[in-house]
C-alpha cells in the first residue's frame, strides 16, 4: 500500500511514517522544508505547502491511504488544508483516512451537547486550536470519506508504553495522558482496522 502522509516531520507524523517503512508501506510525504526530511529516508517526498492545492494533488496522485498529523501551528493551516485534501481526495476516489485531533474536541462527559474544550473538562486556557481541529471535524462529518479522528490528551514525547484506553468520541475517564509513540501506533493500527470510521475516539493511559 502507498500512504500518502501530511505533518510528517511533526511529532506524531514522524513516527507514523517509521512505522509505515518498517511495516513495508511505501509513503509519500508532503514537506515543506526539505531541510527537515532528513528523518523520513525510505519515503518519497514531495515539496510543497499543505495550504495549496496542487501541492495536495501531487502528495496524494497514486496513493491508496491517508494519515494527517497537520497541527495548527497558532495559524489557520489545518483548517485551510482539510477541506483541500477532502476535496482532492473525493476527486480522486481515495476514501480512508486517518488524523490527529485533540481530546478538546470529544464530547462532554458531563454538559450535553458541548465539546469538552468548551466545559471545564478541559485544563486549557487557550481555545484557538481547538477551535481549528472543531473545523476539522465539522468539514469531515460533511464529507464522504472514511475518516477517523484520534484525539489524544496531553501529549508528551516517549515511545510506546502499550495499555492504551481508548472510547468513541470521548475522553475515557480519568484520562491523563498519552505518549506521541503510542499515539503513533494507535493512528496506524486504526488506518488499516476501521474500528471508528466516521468518528473521533479519544486515547489515554
Known amino acids: 500500500m502507498k500512504i500518502a502522509v501530511f505533518g510528517a516531520t511533526g511529532r506524531v507524523g514522524t513516527q507514523f511514517v517509521r512505522l509505515a517503512l518498517k511495516e513495508g508501506h511505501q509513503v509519500r510525504a508532503l514537506i515543506r522544508t526539505p531541510e527537515k526530511a532528513d528523518h523520513i529516508k525510505g519515503a518519497e517526498w514531495v515539496q510543497g505547502d499543505a495550504k495549496d492545492p496542487e501541492s495536495i494533488e501531487k502528495a496524494l496522485e497514486g496513493c491508496d491511504l491517508v494519515f494527517s498529523g497537520l497541527s495548527t501551528d497558532k495559524t489557520d493551516t489545518l483548517s485551510v488544508a482539510v477541506p483541500l485534501i477532502i476535496e482532492e481526495m473525493e476527486r480522486q476516489n481515495l476514501k480512508r483516512i486517518v488524523t490527529i485531533g485533540t481530546a478538546g474536541i470529544l464530547n462532554s462527559r458531563y454538559e450535553d451537547g458541548k465539546f469538552r474544550f468548551e466545559t471545564s473538562e478541559s485544563k486549557r486556557k487557550l481555545t484557538f486550536a481547538a477551535e481549528q481541529h472543531r473545523n476539522v471535524f465539522e468539514a469531515f462529518s460533511h464529507s464522504n470519506l472514511e475518516w477517523t479522528i484520534v484525539c489524544p490528551t496531553y501529549l508528551p514525547d516517549g515511545v510506546e508504553q502499550g ?17 506521541v509513540g503510542d499515539t503513533a501506533r494507535f493512528a496506524y493500527d486504526e488506518l488499516w482496522k476501521g474500528e471508528f470510521i466516521g468518528s473521533r475516539v479519544g486515547i489515554c493511559y
Do not use: I
Request: proline fraction near 6%; glycine fraction near 6%; aromatic fraction near 12%.
Open 163 to 179: 495499555n492504551v484506553r481508548f472510547e468513541k468520541d470521548y475522553l475515557p475517564e480519568d484520562g491523563k495522558k498519552v505518549t
